[in-house]
């Protein structure tokens, strides 16, 4: 019998001024208690954390954590600490959500958002 199969929804692009920021896969299903991968391009903004948020259908979205290249771990909202949740970095720009051992209550859409300085605002997806 197959397990559990959990859907992830990346939101994909936004684009303020000049800075675009991406997500993919669009959707990642895994099987429970697998690990799951969404990335994140920041685009042209290189000196900002990357800040991650799930939304569950009919819910707020939910602040989950943030993380900068130059830290060695993330940074997570108090209302949400989760030894399951992490990121790492590619680069200055690329960012990796990773969720290990997911269940079924991890389905929900994820967004990635960082501060533009030249553009004096939040830009996300």
Partial sequence: MLGSLCTLITALTCVSGVTVV??????????????????????????????WYRQIPGDVPLYMLRFHSSWSSPKYDTGFPSSRHTSNHQSTTDYR?????????????????????????????
């Fill in 97 to 125: 959500l990773i969720i290990s051992s997911v269940e079924e209550g991890d389905s929900a859409v994820y967004y990635c958002s960082t501060w533009d300085d030249s553009a004096n605002e939040w830009v996300s997806h």
């Fill in 22 to 51: 991406t997500q993919k896969p669009p959707v990642v299903t895994v099987r429970k208690g697998e690990t799951a991968t969404m990335d994140c391009n920041l685009g042209t903004v290189t000196d900002q954390s990357a800040r």
